[in-house]
């Protein structure tokens, strides 16, 4: 049973909440959409290398963040609430040089006010590169 409020998502639906953003700038793509699950995908090219050619901690948690942050719209009604960042962490156990990091959230926590994400981040040969947790608020739309 999908968790996602809207049944006939799409990953073009998806791919279309990049368009003029960060998520486009540094070149993230979703890749997969599961019941419960999202997947994206970023590169290791010069938007997202550190200068000594790693992998940006920082590019890790926006694709992190991005994940986890569109997880928890498409599990709301956006009609009544939107959701905000709380806290985001990351530990980054692995290096990448070149490719593709592929990123999967999953819910930890789906509550009424509150959402938390796990999302993990892999290299190209499917070895840990990143562990990240996001917490969200759900906030209601106030009509004026």
């Known amino acids: 049973m999908s968790i996602w409020f809207n049944k006939e998502l799409s990953i073009d639906q998806l791919n279309a909440l990049n368009k003029n953003n960060m998520a486009q700038h540094i070149g993230i793509v979703w890749s997969q959409l599961g019941d419960d699950f999202l997947k994206a995908t970023m590169p290791v090219d010069e938007r997202t290398r550190q200068p000594y050619g790693l992998l940006h901690g920082g590019a890790s948690c926006v694709l992190a963040e991005t994940m986890g942050s569109v997880a928890s719209a498409l599990v709301i009604d956006t009609t ?3 959701c905000v960042g709380l806290e985001i962490n ?3 156990v692995r290096s990448a ?3 593709l990091v592929t990123g999967i959230v999953k819910p930890l926590h789906i509550g009424r ?3 938390v994400w796990d999302i993990k981040i892999y290299d190209n040969q499917e070895k840990l590169v990143c ?3 996001l917490t969200v608020a759900v906030l209601p739309v106030v009509k004026s």
């Open 113 to 115: 006010q509150t959402h």
């Open 131 to 133: 562990i990240s947790r």
């Open 80 to 82: 009544k609430f939107y």
């Open 90 to 92: 990351a530990n980054h």
């Open 97 to 99: 040089r070149e490719g």
